[in-house]
């Protein structure tokens, strides 16, 4: 059984929330349970409602006409999404996927547009976070016009690892549960492929090592290098 006000509580969005104001964010939150590889949402869906993720891994997708997919991000617990269609009431702009088996909060737009205008600081933190959202989204359309497949290949790398160094509050060098050379493509718009011969050589280098959805980064002065060099 889930404990709404104590999950919400974990919820970058409300961590500052009073057990009052909780309280009154939870009498308008429902649980829900999805499985792995289970659709939330689909580009175009004409829904609203917001989810904040209590457990589980959701990917962020796009898919061309052709069907090609474009990963943009995986949001995982602590993180909010669907606020864009909260806000402007517009169709989906992206396709959510489940990753892990999850549990999520759900809860109207009218709901969270009633949250926002009776607590300030959590519509401040919606800002914020629709701005660093927008900031990373610019962020990758210029390293798809502009870089090469190898330094964006080490960007995806570091940004890897600082997820799981904010998750785990500690250092970390040894990626495990790495994503598969197919899904590392469709983060950096490229194809299985090119980022199996780039993370090979790469490996020849000494710059990593690799196992069964392991990476490890021996050389971080020279990843670091790789990525941000011309």
Do not use: W
Not at 131 to 160: G, H, S
Request: proline share 1%.
């Amino acid at each position: 059984m889930v404990d709404l006000k104590e999950s919400l509580k974990k919820i970058s969005l409300f961590a500052s929330m009073s057990h009052t104001d909780l309280a009154f964010i939870a009498e308008r939150t429902k649980t829900l349970s999805i499985c792995s590889q289970e659709l939330l949402f689909s580009a175009g869906e004409k829904s609203s409602d917001v989810y904040f993720i209590f457990e589980g891994k959701l990917a962020v997708k796009y898919f061309s006409e052709s069907g090609r997919e474009i990963s943009y991000t995986t949001v995982s617990s602590g993180s909010i999404l669907g606020e864009f269609s909260a806000v402007d009431l517009l169709p989906r702009s992206a396709t959510v996927v489940c990753e892990d088996d999850a549990i999520l909060g759900k809860m109207k737009s009218n709901y969270f547009s009633e949250i926002l205008v009776r607590f300030p600081v959590v519509a401040e933190t919606v800002i914020n976070k629709l701005v660093e959202k927008n900031r990373r989204l610019v962020n990758r359309i210029f390293e798809y016009d502009a870089l090469t497949l190898r330094q964006r290949i080490c960007r995806e790398i570091l940004r890897i690892q600082a997820q799981r160094e904010r998750e785990s509050g500690k250092k970390t060098r040894k990626l495990s549960n790495f994503p598969t050379h197919y899904h590392i493509a469709t983060m950096i718009g490229s194809h299985r492929e090119a980022v199996s011969r780039e993370l090979s050589s790469l490996e020849k280098s000494g710059v990593i090592t690799s196992g069964r959805r392991t990476l490890q980064i021996e050389r971080q002065d020279l990843l670091s290098m790789l990525a941000n060099s011309h």
